[in-house]
């Protein structure tokens, strides 16, 4: 089985920075793409970033402002959020696509805990 342990959240001004963490563990045999979405309440959970190979994906919203990351040999994906604002304020999650064995015939997605991020005006 696969764990994913986001950290990082917590309660910022507006103009401030966070940085989100997600460590993958358990049986990985490879990560072919990782992402971050979010949930506002109320809201749909929408995308704010993803990251497989070496491209990158951002909702336009976040442009500019947030950069994903990953370090391969920890497993472990970033999201650096910069100049935040009120409207940032969401449950981030992380979703990671990866193969468990060698014999994985296709791509399964785990989806992080959630971690609440909240920007005050």
């Known amino acids: 089985q696969v764990q994913l342990v986001e950290s990082g959240g917590g309660l910022v001004q507006a103009g401030g920075s966070l940085r989100l963490s997600c460590a993958a563990s358990?049986?990985?045999?490879?990560?072919?793409?990782m992402g971050w979405y979010r949930q506002a309440p109320g809201k749909q959970r929408e995308l704010v970033a993803a990251i497989a190979g070496g491209s990158t994906n951002y909702a336009d919203s976040v442009k500019g402002r947030f950069t994903i990351s990953r370090d391969n040999a920890k497993n472990t994906l970033y999201l650096q959020m910069n100049s935040l604002k009120p409207e940032d304020t969401a449950v981030y999650y992380c979703i990671v696509r990866l193969k468990e064995t060698a014999r994985t015939p296709y791509d399964n997605s785990y989806w992080g805990q959630g971690t609440q991020v909240t920007v005050s005006s």
């Open positions: 358990g049986s990985i045999f490879s990560i072919n793409a």
